[in-house]
Each structure stands twice: as C-alpha cells, then as structure tokens.
T-cell receptor, first 110, second 114 residues
Framework: KQEVTQIPAALSVPEGENLVLNCSFT??????LQWFRQDPGKGLTSLLL?????REQTSGRLNASLDKSSGRSTLYIAASQPGDSATYLC?????????FGDGTTLTVKP | DTEVTQTPKHLVMGMTNKKSLKCEQH?????MYWYKQKAKKPPELMFV???????INESVPSRFSPECPNSSLLNLHLHALQPEDSALYLC?????????????FGQGTRLTVV
C-alpha cells in the first residue's frame, strides 16, 4: 500500500524567505506526482504536475523536483509572500488512484 | 476552461433525508472522482468513474451512491447518513488513458449531517 509523508507538518517563515517542502512515498512505481494548494475550507488548486519520466517542473516562483527511485519530491517556493499561506499537499498517482500526503501548513508572516 | 463546478457549496441534512451532490466539468475529461475530506486530513478517494463506468469503489458504505449520467456530470446520492459522514466532499476530473493526467478539483460541498 502506497504511503505518502510530508515534512514538516507546519512551517512559519517571514515574508521574502525561500523555502522547501518535502514529500516522500513508499512505492516508486508511480505515474505522476502532483502538488496542490488548499486554502481553509476550499477545494484543491493544482500547482505543478511531474510525470514519472520527468525530474522537475517550474511555474513562476514554484519549482518541484522528483526523484522517483528514492521516492522523494520537493516543492521549492522562492521569495515567499503572505498570499502563499495555505496547506500544500502532494499526491502520487498509480493505476487511476491518487494517494495524498497529510500536507504542510505554511504561514508566511508579513 | 479548467473548472470543475460543484453544487451546492453547503448542505445540511438530517439522518433520514435523501440529497444529492452534483459535479460538472466541460474539459472533455473522461475520468471523474469523488473524495471525502475530514478536517485537517488529506482527501480520501471514494469512487472513480472512467468513461461513465464505475471503475473503483474504495469500499464506501452503500448510503453513498454515485452516478455518472454523462461524460460531463457526476452525482453523489446520499441517504441515511450518519453525523460522522459530515465532511468536505470534493469532485475531481482528469484525462483518461494518458500519462499526462493532471487532476482538477472543484471547490467542494461542505456537508453537515444533523
């Protein structure tokens, strides 16, 4: 059974800092890994999708990497802003099913 | 248009009521999903539809009954729910049959069972 772990569970940083969120998974035979953002009580917003054959994806201030063989992914956020405050979830997909980590709750202080 | 629309946004129902949650997408996606999310927990997969056929049921109690009447719509029929079923119910969709299967989520229905 796939298990997905996100570290840290919570993170508080001052505005402007660069930060890294971590995601690890136990079964490396995945189709893709997707990073999401969730604001309180809201749905999930897709941030980045990395296919199993890719090593990284970038969108604006976000960069996600994937090391499938070691079962790890990182989400790098550059120059953090208060508007980045949210819970960040990673999800790995295999055989039509996605398994989510518990998320990292990020607070960016002005 | 990368939008998945869920209605209603909020729903309060009694344990003897029958209600339905609705989900709609117009991205041409042929895979649609229902997830349940409790507070401060990750989403948990309930059902997957592929080409309008139920392909995955994660051992969900029969008081939850999914339906996919066409390629754009997904319903979740609710009957005789329990207070512990109160949660955020999320619908998602993705392309089917390709490795590039980015999932798009709706904003969810906040369900309260009283």
């Amino acid at each position: 059974k796939q298990e997905v772990t996100q570290i840290p569970a919570a993170l508080s940083v001052p505005e402007g800092e660069n930060l890294v969120l971590n995601c690890s998974f136990t079964d490396s035979a995945i189709y893709n890994l997707q990073w999401f953002r969730q604001d309180p009580g809201k749905g999930l917003t897709s941030l980045l999708l990395i296919q199993s054959s890719q090593r990284e994806q970038t969108s604006g201030r976000l960069n996600a990497s994937l090391d499938k063989s070691s079962g790890r992914s990182t989400l790098y956020i550059a120059a953090s802003q208060p508007g980045d405050s949210a819970t960040y979830l990673c999800a790995v997909k295999k055989a039509g099913k996605s398994t989510f980590g518990d998320g990292t709750t990020l607070t960016v202080k002005p | 248009d990368t939008e998945v629309t869920q209605t209603p946004k909020h729903l309060v129902m009694g344990m003897t009521n029958k209600k339905s949650l609705k989900c709609e997408q117009h991205m041409g996606h042929r895979a649609m999903y229902w997830y349940k999310q409790k507070a401060k927990k990750p989403p948990e997969l309930m059902f997957v539809y592929s080409y309008e056929k139920l392909s995955i049921n994660e051992s969900v109690p029969s008081r939850f009954s999914p339906e996919c009447p066409n390629s754009s719509l997904l319903n979740l029929h609710l009957h005789a729910l329990q207070p512990e079923d109160s949660a955020l119910y999320l619908c998602a969709s993705s392309q089917q049959g390709t490795q590039y299967t980015e999932a798009f989520f709706g904003q969810g229905t906040r369900l309260t069972v009283v």
